[in-house]
């Protein structure tokens, strides 16, 4: 099947949604994609998909670093607050995130910290 893409009156070019290269960009970051493959699909040129992806990276970096700020605070001898089963041991990283707040225990599976920050990154 052929797909065609008819441009009427005076524009010449096709403008892409916040929306819709949102949506290119998160499919572009799946397992196993191929950018080439959802360009296609999604009848965009691959050379703006990779500026697309450039500029989002460029954004999200914090001062061009592309590393984020991480505030550590003073160690406490009190008990935790969580219940025991959830309480994190001594050598934990906490993730303050404008949603929720995470707190990994460094014995954690690495599969299981990834899936975690991966559903609270959506």
């Given at each position: 099947m052929?797909?065609?893409t008819v441009i009427t009156g005076g524009e010449r070019r096709r403008r892409w949604s916040a929306a819709d290269r949102s949506r290119?960009?998160?499919a572009i970051s799946e397992p196993g994609a191929i950018i080439a493959d959802v360009a296609r699909r999604e009848d965009v040129c691959t050379s703006l998909v990779y500026k697309w992806r450039r500029a989002a990276q460029?954004?999200?970096d914090?001062?061009?670093s592309g590393f984020s700020p991480v505030i550590v605070g003073p160690a406490t001898d009190?008990?935790?607050t969580l219940a025991p089963a959830l309480a994190c041991g001594p050598a934990s990283v906490e993730?303050?995130?404008p949603h929720a707040r995470v707190k990994i225990d460094a014995s954690a599976?690495?599969?299981l910290v990834v899936a975690t920050l991966k559903a609270l990154r959506s």
């Open positions: 052929v797909r065609m290119i960009l998160a460029q954004d999200r914090v001062g061009g009190a008990a935790p993730i303050d995130l599976p690495v599969a």
